[in-house]
């Protein structure tokens, strides 16, 4: 999992059937697991749960990104969680 800021919103008229209905996000990603590279570098998102922009969130890749359907669909990353604002 990795963390990122959410920096906008990409529309997409045309896209896989299993994408339907389903928003688009470029993250900018902040942190990495120790052993991963590429911090600074935008990723595209699916978000299922309301992020927006500007929101920290919390983003998976790979095989568990692409399994939040009863089908597979073509996705590498996943928004699971949107961080609380720290007081």
């Not at 120790?34 to 990723?43: F, G, H, K, L, V």
């Amino acid at each position: 999992m990795v963390i990122g800021t959410v920096i906008s919103s990409i529309w997409a008229t045309r896209k896989e059937e299993g994408l339907t209905g389903v928003k688009l996000l470029k993250v900018k990603i902040e942190y990495l697991e120790p052993n991963e590279s590429c911090t600074n570098s935008i990723i595209v998102a699916v978000d299922r749960i309301g992020a927006g922009t500007g929101d920290k969130v919390i983003v998976t890749r790979g095989t568990p990104a692409s399994t939040f359907n009863d089908q597979p669909v073509p996705v590498d990353a996943l928004i699971i969680g949107i961080i609380d604002p720290e007081d």
